[in-house]
């Protein structure tokens, strides 16, 4: 197929628009952080690896935001998967009631996260919320709580609200991948008499295993994104118990003014999340199933 | 029959989970502030809708709205016409150097918009687009355009390349056929990103958050944040802007729940 040269011109408003504000500024990330710049004077000293040593032998809330991102993780993973993978079994089947209740759950995913902030806060909220007369009046009384203002649970009550966002969402991604399943590998397996445990273990599983992976790898980069919600519901407090790693690059730029330091734990963050992509690319690529 | 009752009462305990707050955030915006803290969690008495007028005229939300809108479309039609022009070359190259091109374009999809912020906030300001909408819309565009990419060029793809090879063959140029065949055939697929970025866009906090500061330049996420230090425990007036701010996606999610499964999923393929 014939095309002039002149189409490559189509290609220099995205390339860019791209390098400004893509490429110029991730590589500005490296640069930065061997720096002492403080985001507003033009000059500023090369200090090395002096950023990257503080990070991890002399700041406490650093690590503190490494282990609070750690434990909304792995709650997030966790709770979000299965249950997410539970809705899309039972909601599988395209009849109306299925389709509504799909509707339903991934509804909260269209609202912004500030919006879910608000709504979570009211119902977190020790006097006037929802969750503790709710508590009492099924008897569960003294598991009430100051859900967001007790520094021991409050990353598990912001990811619970992560949960209750996103599970909709992995659910339609779960039953995009389930509806490739082909009918005739279940009918051929209860002809041979295959118990229901069976059929996943042997059928389902193998082939959601991809989505599975993508869904896994998805939701901990989401974690680790989850910037907008922290920030609108705790900031990071109380006592820096919900500070994640985001909040705590927003909080070292924009309220200490350490641009450089910074940007040393943007880095960190970004070689975090390219390592998971790669490891959920390679695991992918392994679990692809030929039908 | 014990397990399809197990599901059922599942199913029945998250719709719940999601319908009591959305029904607690509307009750709640028509309730009066004192009768709000008398009786947080009961039904309004008296109704008002003084609560909606209340909370634009204090905070002048429409002008937040309308900055949202702005940006929100703006960069819905920059997004699309600069994604689908590198769609279209990554279509019409074959081979590597297709390869090569699709493969650079959607890298930024593999990298959260949080990793570069700070830089960010240096390019704008030596650009002079700090605290202007049409820096906000730039940004956006950039940090979507490897989903629309993705989105796009993967559908321009199917296209029959027998349609293409017509089209030059009457000597039409390549913007001709980028304009009247690629483009119009690939509707679903631009009809899909749109509401993938229109979404991400209209509800995005960060880049307002860190670009923005006069408050006339104020999008709805980062004007609804000010509620918290301004009114403190005073839901029913949080609740009506909330409520305000999400209208508009309610409204198109009621007509286009397919679109926006297919975006935000298309998103979450590599988002």
């Known amino acids: 197929m014939q095309f002039s040269k002149r189409i490559y011109l189509f290609l220099i408003p995205g390339a860019l628009l791209y390098f400004t504000f893509f490429i110029l500024p991730t590589l500005g990330a490296f640069f930065y952080s061997i720096t002492d710049w403080d985001g507003a004077n033009t000059d500023f000293n090369f200090v090395g690896l002096a950023n990257y040593m503080d990070l991890f032998t002399n700041d406490i809330v650093f690590m503190k935001s490494l282990g609070n991102n750690l434990k909304f993780l792995l709650a997030v993973v966790i709770f979000q998967t299965i249950f997410s993978l539970i809705f899309a079994l039972i909601l599988l089947k395209n009849t109306k009631t299925n389709i509504f209740f799909r509707a339903l759950f991934f509804f909260p995913t269209i609202l912004s996260s500030v919006s879910v902030a608000f709504i979570w806060s009211f119902i977190y909220a020790p006097s006037i919320g929802l969750m503790n007369p709710f508590l009492e009046s099924i008897g569960l009384g003294n598991l009430t709580q100051n859900w967001l203002g007790n520094p021991e649970i409050a990353i598990f009550s912001l990811a619970f609200v992560q949960i209750w966002f996103h599970t909709g969402q992995v659910m339609i991604i779960f039953i995009a991948g389930l509806q490739n399943v082909p009918k005739e590998l279940y009918e051929a397996a209860i002809v041979d008499g295959a118990s229901r445990w069976q059929r996943f273990a042997k059928i389902t599983w193998p082939l959601i295993a991809p989505a599975t992976t993508m869904v896994v790898g998805y939701t901990i980069i989401q974690s680790f994104k989850a910037f907008d919600l922290v920030f609108a519901m705790t900031g990071g407090g109380p006592a820096f118990s919900t500070e994640i790693l985001v909040t705590f690059i927003y909080n070292s730029a924009f309220s200490h003014y350490q641009f450089g330091y910074a940007s040393a734990a943007s880095v960190i963050l970004m070689i975090i999340v390219a390592g998971i992509t790669l490891i959920q690319f390679r695991l992918i690529g392994r679990n692809k199933v030929e039908h | ?271």
């Open chain 2, 1 to 271: 029959m014990i397990r399809s009752l197990f599901k059922k009462i599942l199913v029945l305990l998250f719709a719940l989970l999601i319908i009591i707050p959305v029904f607690m955030v509307v009750i709640t915006t028509l309730k009066t502030s004192d009768y709000f803290y008398l009786d947080p969690t009961g039904l309004p008495d008296p109704v008002t809708f003084q609560n909606f007028i209340a909370i634009v005229t204090e905070n002048n939300l429409h002008i937040h709205f309308l900055n949202s809108l702005i940006v929100s479309v703006s960069t819905i039609l920059l997004c699309l016409f600069v994604a689908s022009l590198v769609s279209y070359v990554i279509m019409r190259l074959k081979g590597w150097k297709s390869a090569l091109l699709f493969g650079l374009f959607i890298l930024g999809m593999m990298l959260p918009a949080q990793v570069n912020m700070i830089p960010l906030y240096g390019v704008l300001d030596t650009l002079g687009l700090l605290n202007s909408l049409i820096g906000l819309v730039l940004v956006s565009t950039t940090t979507f355009m490897p989903v629309v990419v993705f989105i796009v060029a993967g559908f321009m793809k199917t296209i029959p390349g027998s349609m293409i090879e017509a089209s030059t063959m009457d000597g039409a140029s390549e913007w001709q056929i980028y304009w009247k065949v690629a483009l119009p055939l690939s509707a679903p697929a631009m009809a899909t990103a749109a509401i993938f970025v229109g979404v991400m866009v209209w509800n995005d906090l960060l880049y307002p958050l860190l670009f923005v500061a006069s408050p006339e330049k104020k999008t709805l996420p980062l004007s609804l944040l000010d509620f918290q230090g301004e009114y403190f425990t005073n839901y029913p007036m949080i609740f009506s802007g909330v409520l305000i701010a999400s209208i508009p996606m309610i409204i198109l999610y009621i007509f286009l729940q397919r679109y926006f499964m297919e975006g935000i999923t298309a998103g979450a393929n590599k988002g």
